[in-house]
């Protein structure tokens, strides 16, 4: 099965430290999202009943693959993962159950006007347009499931809830006109083959069927146990506030920075912090919160110091700042216990 990935809006939990080289200023580094529902957080044993309704038996078969799949790796390379699940195999500690809501897969037909060269004169020269009318096909998918997971030991704890995904492509003429895969309820996303796996390759009903039968088990995957995705932060531009004797060491530290040498760049960093004279100054605070951020993951509040001093000392909002804020701020309420 397609390793399928499509990430609502989680909780970042005990991000992985490892950072590797990207672009100008970005810094990408592994992290680790934590589960929402984490049935299985010792690896005990699950069993998956086969789920109720159409295609349930067929969703079965896909989910048990993608939990006992399910692993966390040190780095984007997949090296040195640990496998966290186990799957219907020993006795269960964990049942998980359900039922599959939608699986359906309709046809709308349609007509679309289509503007071409009718006459040219030369490569890339036309002389003349004209219209035609092309007979198109829409195809359009949902596929709706709810599951259930009961821990048997210890008060039977229950966790519970809806996944719903839909997909549509369109055919004109027999050709691809381009498609949508994504949550329900219009919270679709423009296809992403890098997170799909299925942009360009979904061309019949029953491929989108199974595209998005493998979204919801994928997206259960992610509910229930953690998991790896690439994360991207950038250092702020410009040295503002940093005192003028301190810029030429400042300016050394972003050379290493670009280039992903974070040990080098935020040793440097934190050594100008040293001084009170920098500390008020919006950059350096910034930019030492993207420091520990990457660097000191399992610990998100020092981070969100930094930012929010930033924050703090800005006369006006920073868009960079206050994403930084929204992205950690959710990190240091998750390990405080308030989410």
């Known amino acids: 099965m397609r390793n399928l990935k499509f990430c609502a809006v989680l909780l970042l939990a005990a991000l992985s430290a490892f950072v590797f080289p990207a672009h ?19 690896g005990e044993p699950i069993r998956i009943q086969e789920f109720g ?29 640990e496998k966290l699940l186990t799957v219907n195999s020993g006795s269960p500690a964990v049942i998980m159950q359900g039922d599959v809501l939608d699986s359906s897969v309709y046809n709308q037909n349609y007509t679309k006007e289509d503007r071409y060269c009718s006459a040219s004169s030369g490569l890339f020269k036309c002389e ?118 301190s810029r030429a060491t400042y300016n050394s530290a972003m050379v290493f920075a670009k280039a992903a040498r974070l040990d080098r760049a935020c040793s440097m960093l934190k050594e100008l912090y040293n001084s009170e004279e920098n500390q008020s100054s919006v950059t350096l605070n910034y930019n030492l919160g993207v420091c520990d951020e990457a660097m000191l993951p399992d610990d998100p509040s020092r981070a969100y110091e930094y930012y929010n001093k930033a924050d703090q000392l ?26």
């Open 24 to 42: 100008a200023n970005d810094i990408r580094y592994q992290a680790r999202i934590a589960a929402l529902y984490p049935i299985s957080p010792n």
């Open 128 to 245: 003349q347009y004209s219209t035609r009318t092309l007979s198109c096909q829409k195809v359009t998918g949902s596929y709706a499931v709810r599951w259930k997971a009961t821990q048997l030991a210890g008060g039977k704890k229950t966790s519970f809830q809806n996944v719903k995904y839909q997909g549509e492509y369109s055919v004109c003429e027999g050709k691809m006109q381009g498609g949508l895969l994504g949550l329900g309820g219009g919270a679709q996303f423009s296809g992403d083959p890098l997170r799909t796996g299925f942009v360009g390759d979904v061309s019949s009903p029953s491929e989108l069927l199974g595209a998005l039968r493998g979204m919801a088990a994928e997206r259960v995957r992610e509910l229930v146990a953690p998991y790896n995705k690439a994360v991207k932060v950038k250092f702020m531009d410009g040295s503002g506030g940093v005192a003028k004797d």
């Open 314 to 339: 800005s006369t006006k909002p920073i868009k960079m700042i206050s994403n930084a804020l929204d992205r950690i701020g959710a990190l240091v309420r998750q390990s405080n216990g308030i989410d």
């Open 53 to 81: 309704g159409q295609d349930g038996a067929e969703f079965t078969v896909v989910l048990e693959a993608a939990l006992g799949s399910a692993t966390l790796c040190k780095d984007q390379n997949g090296v040195d993962c």
